[in-house]
Nanobody, 119 residues
């Protein structure tokens, strides 16, 4: 079993910054991808993803403002969010694709962390 623990959400003013973290633990042989999704009323979207090789992909709405990174030694993924806009508030969920020691592939989700942008 794999557990994900997210942290770093909160309230920030427009134009401000937040950094989200997601640490994976448990029966992990290897992680092939880590990413962030967000859920707001009426929409759900992939925000950013990073592969084991370090390749990244971003939603058009966050390109140039958000940066995803990972620490493979800590099985942790980060999302640095700068220049936050009124469109960014949502519950942000960490997603990890990993292989267990049995060779079984799994898709795991964090508990979600609220990001609020308000003056």
């Amino acid at each position: 079993q794999v557990q994900l623990v997210e942290s770093g959400g909160g309230l920030v003013q427009p134009g401000g910054s937040l950094r989200l973290s997601c640490a994976a633990s448990g029966s992990i042989f290897s992680i092939y991808a880590m990413g962030w999704y967000r859920q707001a009323p009426g929409r759900r979207e992939l925000v950013a993803v990073i592969t084991s090789g370090g390749n990244t992909n971003y939603a058009d709405s966050v390109k140039g403002r958000f940066t995803i990174s990972r620490d493979n030694a800590k099985n942790t993924v980060y999302l640095q969010m700068n220049s936050l806009k009124p469109d960014d508030p949502a519950v942000y969920y960490c997603n990890v694709g990993a292989f267990g020691y049995s060779g079984r592939r799994g898709d795991y989700w964090g508990q979600g962390t609220q990001v609020t942008v308000s003056s």
